[in-house]
């Protein structure tokens, strides 16, 4: 804290998830195992669809786009944490908990609008196969990427934005990381505007493309029925693990960010696997139930270890 005519916070104090010496090396250990096996496993999928001339299908053009966002999204919370945990003094500084909170925000609502992109292609796939080469061509699926990370700037913008124009002169005691909801709890002024505008931003935005994505699957699913049984079960099997995905992002995001700022016990546990373990799931999600990556993973593998 800096004293000039009056207290200004300059630093905030990481609390973390819970005070217990034990619960704590449980929590580092299972996030260090989790970091150390599938971040690998993430840049190992992006290095695969990289190299396989056959994995050239939009679909793994933004498999390959979730696994490099997922795996740069782990950067933002994870390694600090790691770090935290063996420190007495956790502190992170003001510009450093904006940065934090932009790049959350950022890439995180750049997965959720890819997610959107890859129900699209989904969609198309299904419904018309036909027209799918002209409608999934590689200058709309580049468009289509330049648009999510411009929609993930834009709300992340926003966000920063809203949050810098209050003032911290009181409390500066956090949980995890730094993110909205927290933030704003410690804000002197009123902060019943910037809340509504949060919610508005985040946790309707987050609700409506659920909401949308739950839509468009079920109605793939019912054009699935009239397919051959072949046909059938490979679109159902990428459906189920689309909806698995959908779930895992977005439902902890709607705990977080559709409901006023206030307190739960659940909070610190929910942003946790929110931002640290989902994320890294979600691309060995995808890569387990698709033959076609794995097959190609494997010959990879198996031509670098005779190499």
Sequence with gaps: MVRENSTVVTEFILLGLTQSQHAQLLVFVLVLVFYLIILPGNFLIILTIRSDPGLTAPLYFFLGNLAFLDASYS????????????????????????????????????????????????????CHPLHYSTVMNPRVCYALLLALWLGGF?????????????????????GNFCDVPQVIKLACTDTFVVELL??????????????????????????????????????????????????????????????????????????????????????????????????????????????
């Design 75 to 126: 950067f933002i919370v994870a390694p600090r944490m790691l770090v935290d945990f063996l420190s007495e003094k956790k502190i992170i500084s003001y510009r450093g908990c904006i940065t934090q909170l932009f790049f959350l925000h950022f890439l995180g609502a750049g997965e959720m609008f890819l997610l959107v992109v890859m129900a699209f292609d989904c969609s198309v796939t299904i």
């Design 198 to 307: 949060m919610v508005s931003n985040s946790g309707l935005l987050t609700l409506l493309c659920f909401l949308g994505l739950l839509a468009s699957y079920a109605v793939i699913l019912c054009r699935v029925k009239g397919h051959s049984s072949e046909g059938k079960n490979k679109a159902l099997s990428t459906c189920t693990t689309h909806i698995i995905i959908v779930f895992l992002m977005f439902g902890p995001a709607i705990f977080i960010y559709t409901r006023p700022f206030r307190a739960f016990p659940a909070d610190k546990v929910v942003s946790l696997f929110h931002t640290v373990i989902f994320p890294l799931m979600n691309p060995v999600i995808y890569t387990l139930r698709n033959q076609e990556v794995k097959a190609s993973m494997k010959k990879l593998l198996s031509r670098h270890m005779v190499c």
């Design 154 to 174: 834009t709300h992340s913008i926003v966000q920063a934005a809203l949050i810098l124009r209050l003032s911290f002169c009181g409390p500066n005691q956090l």
